[in-house]
């Protein structure tokens, strides 16, 4: 049976750097890639080449690197949207809009603690939490505060596989919609012979300010 703990018994809540920290953030391929809350999609962090990166990372923000096992979780916008570090990203940097969530291993799973607090009603709990203001908010003290149901290491890894399976199941249908969904104006296309009536058509020019008019045909007469 699973017993409850709170978050920060089970692992260490590292809060954002400062944001002052961060200045000269480019998207430059040379640096250190930064996740930042746009960066986290689907429980994953996005690929290197589309991360802002940092050049020259200061001392004081060597101990906000992350590694394998990590979770980052959003603090402020987006709040509750979490990752799972990946070894692809070990000593990257996360963005000050977000935290780092450090599981102790010999307790708790990182498969299963980030499914467990991605799941909706907890992200209610941690949302109910916030401060809510111009940009909705969480500290580390909230989050650290957060009820975990923790079952055996060995049940916690089951369940991690089983939420991983799905998940991968998950990314192989939104792969086949988007290939479908470029598909779908591609047939068109090939049926035309490969070219839309009017597309190479250059479109008129127009002066600021003024709206263009679809052209009509005559209206139908009415019926007395």
């Avoid at 090939?190 to 600021?208: D, N, S, T």
């Amino acid at each position: 049976m699973a017993r409850i703990y709170r978050l920060g018994e089970l692992a260490e809540i590292t809060p954002s750097p400062s944001s002052d920290q961060f200045e000269g953030l480019d998207e430059g391929l040379s640096g250190t890639p930064v996740i930042s809350p746009g960066d986290i999609i689907d429980g994953k962090i996005a690929e290197q080449s589309l991360l802002r990166n940092l050049k020259a990372v200061p001392g004081s923000l060597m101990r906000f690197r992350v590694e394998p096992g990590d979770l980052v979780m959003v603090r402020q916008g987006a709040v509750g949207r979490i990752a799972l570090v990946e070894e692809r990203s070990r000593g990257w940097l996360y963005h000050f809009a977000c935290m780092r969530i450090h599981p102790d291993r010999r307790r708790v799973e990182p498969g299963y603690l980030i499914a467990y607090l991605s799941h909706p009603k907890v992200l209610d709990q941690l949302i109910a939490r916030a401060n809510v203001g111009t940009v909705t908010t969480v500290t580390a003290r909230m989050v650290e505060e957060l009820p975990v149901a923790l079952p055996l290491l060995a049940e916690q890894r089951l369940l991690a596989a089983a939420v991983a399976e799905v998940d991968a199941q998950m990314d192989n249908h939104r792969q086949a919609l988007a290939r479908l969904g470029a598909l779908r104006p591609a047939l068109i296309t090939h049926l035309l012979g490969g070219e839309v009536p009017g597309e190479r058509l250059p479109m008129p020019a127009v002066a600021p300010g003024t709206v263009r008019r679809v052209a009509r045909g005559p209206r139908p007469r009415r019926l007395s």
